[in-house]
């Protein structure tokens, strides 16, 4: 199984620049998550997905956009890239129950997309 | 305040020794409680999880929440070269997604 799958792995952008990171799951996962992983910082959320056609604000949404058409797929875009959109990005999926109780399930990550800004 | 805080060490053992990995946590609506394991240059993969209070054994590794002092550790005995990762902790309300906490760097020296 692929997992979940992120291109680019490497990227360098020129200040003003955009770029879209795209991120694709197979194990039909309903939960998909944007995170960013600065040196020292651990993972801080970016934006999230509880399923197709609905997205919500993380911790650090600002100069992201995210769009959510299927299950499978949850790219990120950057417009505007600046120095502090440095960092290592990462892809995520889950299953979580959406009964309205509380639950959580195992996340799977992928293997990241290093973007420098420069 | 984070709501997750870790220590990012890193930390330097040498092989077979017992490491204690430990993380606090303000928001008093965490129920679950994960740790994760990452390589060099590779997404995080899901090591230890925990509801509420109390351990949980798996081979090596034991996992410990105490919600009384909003304290979460990882105990990592006969420590080996291999374990050498970053160990990021993670809370988790039940509503919306993992908060992490920075991960502490792990060295086991052979």
């Known amino acids: 199984n692929a997992g979940v799958t992120q291109t680019p792995k490497f990227r360098i952008l020129k200040i003003g620049q955009s770029m879209t990171l795209q991120c694709t799951q197979d194990m039909n996962h309903n939960y998909m998550y944007w995170y960013r992983q600065d040196p020292g910082m651990g993972l801080k959320l970016i934006y999230y997905?509880?399923?197709?056609?609905?997205?919500d604000k993380g911790e650090v949404p600002n100069g992201y956009n995210v769009s959510r058409s299927t299950t499978e797929d949850f790219p990120l875009r950057l417009e505007l890239a600046a120095p502090s959109q440095t960092s290592v990005y990462f892809c995520a999926s889950s299953y979580r129950l959406t009964s309205g109780t509380s639950n959580t399930g195992e996340l799977f990550f992928g293997e990241g997309s290093r973007l420098t800004v420069l | 305040q984070k709501e997750v805080e870790q220590d990012p060490g890193p930390l330097s053992v040498p092989e077979g020794a017992i490491v204690s990995l430990n993380c606090t946590y303000s928001?008093?609506?965490?129920?679950?409680f994960m740790w994760y394991r990452q390589y060099s240059r590779k997404g995080p993969e899901l090591l230890m999880y925990t509801y509420s209070s109390g351990n949980k054994e798996d081979g090596r590794f034991t996992a410990q929440v105490d919600k009384s002092s909003k304290y979460i550790s990882l105990f990592i005995r006969d420590s080996q070269p291999s374990d050498s990762a970053t160990y990021l902790c993670?809370?988790?309300?039940?509503?919306?997604?993992?908060?992490f906490g920075s991960g502490t760097r792990l060295q086991v020296q052979p």
């Open positions: 928001n008093s609506a965490f129920q679950y």
């Open positions: 997905s509880v399923g197709a056609g609905i997205t």
């Open positions: 993670a809370a988790d309300t039940g509503r919306r997604a993992l908060t």
